[in-house]
Nanobody, 121 residues
Framework: QVQLAESGGGLVQAGGSLRLTCSAS????????VAWFRQTPGLEREFVAC???????FYADSVKDRFTISRDNAENTVYLQMSSLKPEDTAVYYC???????????????WGQGTQVTVSS
């Protein structure tokens, strides 16, 4: 059974930074693609960033150059460092895991419960 747990969300002012953590149990993340998605009420889950099992990373255009995804295999953890945050980054952020990387939420089998990020103007 794969379990994912996100942490690190909170309230931050525009221009600030947060680091989200996705911790996994039941599956080694170093042979998985791990992605971050976000969702606001009434909207579909939106792709944010992904790291493939070969450590290839890619980002949504809206967060490129502001967010960085990385992994710590020893801790079986993936991080999302978010900088220069904007009010439009406000959402619940989810991590997701599967074998192959994808920008599409439907392609991920395992999901965490999410962590709220709120950016005030």
């Amino acid at each position: 059974q794969v379990q994912l747990a996100e942490s690190g969300g909170g309230l931050v002012q525009a221009g600030g930074s947060l680091r989200l953590t996705c911790s996994a149990s039941g599956r080694a993340l170093n042979d998985s693609a791990v992605a971050w998605f976000r969702q606001t009420p009434g909207l579909e889950r939106e792709f944010v960033a992904c790291v493939s099992w070969t450590d290839f990373t890619f980002y949504a255009d809206s967060v490129k150059d502001r967010f960085t995804i990385s992994r710590d295999n020893a801790e079986n953890t993936v991080y999302l460092q978010m900088s220069s945050l904007k009010p439009e980054d406000t959402a619940v952020y989810y991590c997701a895991v599967d074998r192959a990387y994808s920008r599409k939420a439907r392609n991920y089998s395992y999901w965490g419960q999410g962590t709220q990020v709120t950016v005030s103007s």
